[in-house]
């Protein structure tokens, strides 16, 4: 899969973190208490510096074990480090940290890995809850089928958060706005290394292919709403798809030069939809559910 830089992941942070819908989450922890009486145990797929562990963990209880996977050991090793900083405590330990904040003790084991072949290598039959973030749009729709079937082989609860579903509004409008997002979807649809990547598609996918295995699921949007306040976030989204848009080869390099340095001018704002879900097995069904994907 291709890379993605420390820098980037923590200027997107805050943006994520405010997205997630907390009613899934709500429901995620609610079902993992009704099921277990010890840690939760959970694999992180595809970590980067662990956002979602620190998005998560505050919900799912004083007891947590994670394993985080990620290709890059780049990315693992500043995970570790935005843990240390992030909990009240960061203890080393032979296989990673063990983290205690606000009264509870999570312990972190980083593995690297490359997931391309399939998630299983990265799951076990001790697993309660497999995760990810802002990561399957950019999958193939027979690795998202395969990861279905593994999680679904072990039992386990899935819970997805900010897979991007295509849709965007930049304000103010510009010229080049169609042009850009067509571009960019083209571009979105090449093979990231999990063959070609559904894109938008990947949450109704998700969706489906869980159902087929007798899990109960449910979605919710999770835009991104930005303003004035996010601008460098802004500015650095707007260069990262204007350089997408040129390199799928629709739209000309000084188009989207010119659509990039307009979306970095005072009083640009972007709504970005994403979508989060939650899938539970039949034994962890979801209580009172109102949603369907």
């Known amino acids: 899969m291709s890379g993605f830089s420390p820098d980037w992941l923590a200027l997107r942070e805050p943006a994520d973190h405010a997205a997630r819908d907390a009613s899934l989450v709500a429901t995620l922890a609610a079902a993992l208490a009704r099921a277990r009486s010890g840690p939760v145990r959970a694999v992180d797929l595809g970590c980067g510096t662990g956002s979602n562990l620190r998005a998560l963990a505050p919900h799912l209880g004083p007891a947590q074990d994670w394993v985080l996977v990620d290709h890059d050991p780049a990315l693992l090793a500043a995970a570790r480090a935005r843990f240390a900083a992030w909990a009240g405590t960061a203890e080393e330990t032979e296989e990673g940290l063990t983290l205690h904040r606000d009264g509870a003790r999570i312990a972190v ?142 739209v000309p390099a000084e188009d989207a030069a010119a659509w990039a340095a307009a979306r970095r001018r005072p009083g640009t704002a972007a709504t970005i939809g994403h979508r989060d879900l939650l899938a539970l097995p039949p034994t962890l069904p979801l209580p009172g559910s109102k949603r369907t994907a």
């Open 109 to 250: 084991r980083f593995r690297a890995l490359d997931l391309a072949a399939g998630p299983a290598a990265a799951l076990t039959d001790a697993t309660d809850l497999v995760t990810a973030a802002a990561l399957f749009d950019l999958a193939g729709e027979d690795w998202i089928a395969a990861l279905a079937r593994d999680v679904a082989g072990i039992g386990a609860a899935f819970y997805t958060a900010l897979t991007y579903d295509g849709r965007e509004t930049w304000t103010p409008p510009h010229p080049a706005d169609a042009a850009i997002h067509a571009a960019f979807l083209a571009h979105q649809a090449g093979d990231k290394g999990f063959g070609p990547a559904a894109g938008p598609r990947a949450t109704d996918i998700l969706a489906s292919a869980f159902r087929r295995h007798g899990y109960a699921v449910e979605t919710a949007a999770s835009p991104w709403r930005l303003g004035p306040d996010e601008a460098a976030l802004l500015g650095e989204l707007a260069e990262g798809t204007a350089r997408a848009a040129g390199e799928a080869g629709r």
